[in-house]
């Protein structure tokens, strides 16, 4: 018994693994300039919602009619106040918080679902896949704009209702990435040899197909961080989205539209912001693809 | 050639009628009864029955798809609740509307994502690259309504030199080619054509950047052929798939046009939608959906079919 034990315990013990896939990927974006400093403002972002309230100077929900839209620069209000006389810089940190997790939450969402949705097409095939990919193919067939102004406007306006939205329009496309890479992968060799061997579909999806195919997936999704933070706020900018008086960046951007007039930069702020956000996560997601090309 | 317009066009009619039945549920999906918007609230009990049977809306759900589905095949959307005009005349001239701007914002977006595509995918991985590179994912990454508000700011507020918002001179929806009419088209149709620049620029150079890597590309420079004769051929196997693009990104501007007719007040499809959710006009919302969605199939189905007459490889793979 003793002497078992001590003959299997070595081969037990997992042995060390060799610098995987992944930790190249890690090296290889931490070796981009361009895409360590997308990383470095979204960080930044991030930190700005999380610690809004100690950050930011002001109260962003306090007004006062005879500080309206104050010009960048005013003492006491260095971005300038709205058209409520809020603190400019105050709602912009604040509005970080409701605009990242508009525009965030979405993806990994759609993500999940949209993975599931179609690895299990592309793996079962048959008439799952074409009850799934046609279904799918009806959504894909929205222009994503109009999917989610559609919805939202049906469902009406707020704010979960506007996630909804646009985790909806993003499952589509998701779905027939994974399919597609899934239906490769599954008729790949080894496949066959797993299922020859005796393992059921869970396994091979667990062990054999999710390990080759999220990756893609993966790299698809990250893409989609951009398109979503525009269209969250868009929503709001339309109405659709954030109620006021909250601090959101698309809604401010609405709110101040009138203000182009008085007080243009101030005006021009919120968007700004939005495009900041949205070019850092759409150059990450470039070198994130880069990186993981291993045949470029 | 038929055979594959024929399959493709029969494999479009499941899709089609997927659309319609998801903007015929949309309405079902709206909290509280469809009614509610055109009732006062105090309505009473027979009035709002009277209202339901007057819509159909007391029939169970395949039936009210049916008789909807029955009724737009001759082209009859309904009636707007708002102004109790016909759907299909509101859309009609506000497709128009949103088209002007979304083909000339295509155009433009053509133009410049060709030439940013073509040259970045030539000088790959040199500086001309980054550039072109840099400036394509400016422009999908831009909120475009914010975009258009600063080039508001910079031609109209301070320069003064186009109008900042509206459809026309006189509000008439008149359309000519008159620089009085065209100058209210260009800050819509700028701000539009940066999303397909930046699309149709990655897509160009990535084909240009492929196809230079083939075989026959070595082949004709090797029998002698100039760089220039070399670079029609480049051009002339990247251009199908890039007019391809060129199809589709009209098709996604229409429908996402609601953002820029906002920002200008363009009176198009995105200024109905805007008005039908604000009131509740449910018919409004669902003949204006109906409308863009399937014309964005139907724009799918014809860049693939044009697509492949013109590029045999298409219907191989």
Redesign the interface.
């Known amino acids: 018994m003793s002497i078992l034990q001590v003959s299997t315990s070595p081969v037990l013990t997992p042995i060390a693994r060799s610098p995987g896939y992944w930790s190249g990927v890690v090296r290889r974006v931490s070796r981009d300039p361009v895409a360590m400093t997308a990383l470095f403002v979204i960080v930044a972002l991030i930190l700005m919602a999380v610690f809004a309230s100690s950050i930011a100077p002001a109260d962003p929900f306090k007004s006062a009619m005879l500080r309206r839209l104050k010009p960048i620069g005013t003492p006491g209000f260095p971005l300038g106040a709205d058209e409520l006389g809020r603190d400019m810089l105050s709602r912009l940190i604040y509005g970080a918080r409701l605009s990242l997790l508009m525009g965030l939450t979405p993806v990994p969402i759609a993500f999940i679902i949209g993975s599931a949705l179609g690895i299990t097409a592309g793996y079962v095939g048959g008439l799952t896949n074409t009850l799934i990919m046609?279904?799918i193919?009806?959504?894909y067939?929205?222009?994503?704009?109009?999917l989610a102004?559609?919805?939202s406007?049906?469902?009406?306006a707020g704010l979960t209702n506007a996630l909804v939205s646009i985790t909806l329009v993003f499952i589509p496309p998701i779905a027939r990435v994974a399919e597609s890479v899934t239906t490769q992968v599954r008729s790949l060799d080894y496949i066959d040899a797993a299922r020859a061997s005796g393992a059921g579909a869970f396994t091979i999806i667990r062990v054999h197909v999710l390990g080759n195919v999220l990756g893609p997936i993966f790299v698809y999704a990250t893409g989609l961080v951009?398109v979503s933070?525009?269209l969250a706020?868009?929503l709001s900018?339309?109405?659709?989205g954030v109620r006021p008086p909250e601090p959101e960046w698309?809604l401010m951007?609405n709110t101040l539209?009138t203000a182009?007039?008085n007080q243009?930069l101030v005006?021009?702020l919120?968007?700004?912001m939005?495009?900041i956000t949205?070019?850092a996560f759409?150059?990450l997601a470039?070198g994130l693809r880069t990186a993981m090309d291993v045949k470029s | 050639m038929l055979f594959y317009t024929l399959k493709r066009f029969i494999l479009t009619v499941?899709?089609a009628i997927?659309?319609s039945?998801?903007?015929f549920l949309?309405?079902h999906?709206?909290?509280g009864d469809p009614l509610t918007a055109v009732l006062p609230t105090d309505a009473s009990a027979e009035l709002q029955a009277q209202m339901r049977t007057l819509y159909g809306f007391d029939k169970p759900l395949p039936v009210q798809y049916g008789l909807w589905i029955w009724r737009v095949l001759h082209g009859d959307l309904g009636q707007s609740i708002a102004t109790g005009r016909p759907v299909i005349s509101e859309v009609f001239n506000a497709v128009t509307n949103s088209l002007v701007i979304a083909a000339a914002a295509t155009l433009i977006g053509f133009v410049l994502g060709s030439l940013l595509g073509i040259v970045a995918g030539y000088y790959q991985g040199t500086w001309i690259d980054r550039a072109a590179s840099l400036i394509s994912?400016?422009g999908?990454?831009?909120?475009?309504?914010?975009?258009g508000?600063?080039l508001?700011?910079i031609f109209s507020?301070?320069l003064g030199w186009l109008p900042?918002t509206g459809g026309g001179p006189d509000g008439s929806g008149n359309r000519s080619f008159e620089w009085n009419y065209l100058r209210f088209l260009v800050l819509p149709a700028v701000t539009m054509s940066v999303i397909p620049m930046g699309i149709i620029a990655r897509s160009v150079r990535a084909l240009v950047g492929e196809i230079l890597t083939q075989d026959f590309v070595q082949a004709l420079a090797a029998k002698g052929l100039t760089e220039r004769g070399v670079f029609r051929h480049v051009l002339k196997n990247a251009a199908p798939t890039a007019f391809a693009v060129m199809g589709l990104q009209l098709?996604?501007l229409?429908?996402?046009s609601?953002?820029i007719e906002?920002?200008f007040s363009w009176p198009g499809t995105g200024f109905l939608?805007?008005a039908?959710?604000?009131q509740r006009d449910l018919p409004l919302?669902q003949g204006t959906?109906l409308v863009?969605?399937l014309f964005?199939?139907f724009l799918?189905l014809t860049v693939d079919v044009v697509q492949s007459a013109i590029d045999p490889r298409v219907q191989r793979s």
């Open positions: 046609r279904t193919d009806v959504f067939a929205f222009p994503s704009v109009l102004v559609a919805l406007g049906a469902l009406g951009s933070m525009i706020s868009g900018f339309l109405g659709l698309g951007l539209r182009i007039y243009p005006a021009a919120p968007g700004a939005i495009f949205s070019i759409n150059v470039d | 499941p899709v997927g659309v039945l998801v903007c949309l309405v999906l709206a909290p994912s400016l999908v990454s831009v909120p475009h309504y914010w975009l508000m600063v508001v700011i507020v301070q900042a098709g996604y229409l429908g996402g609601i953002l906002t920002v939608l805007n039908a959710i604000f919302l959906i863009l969605a964005f199939v799918n």
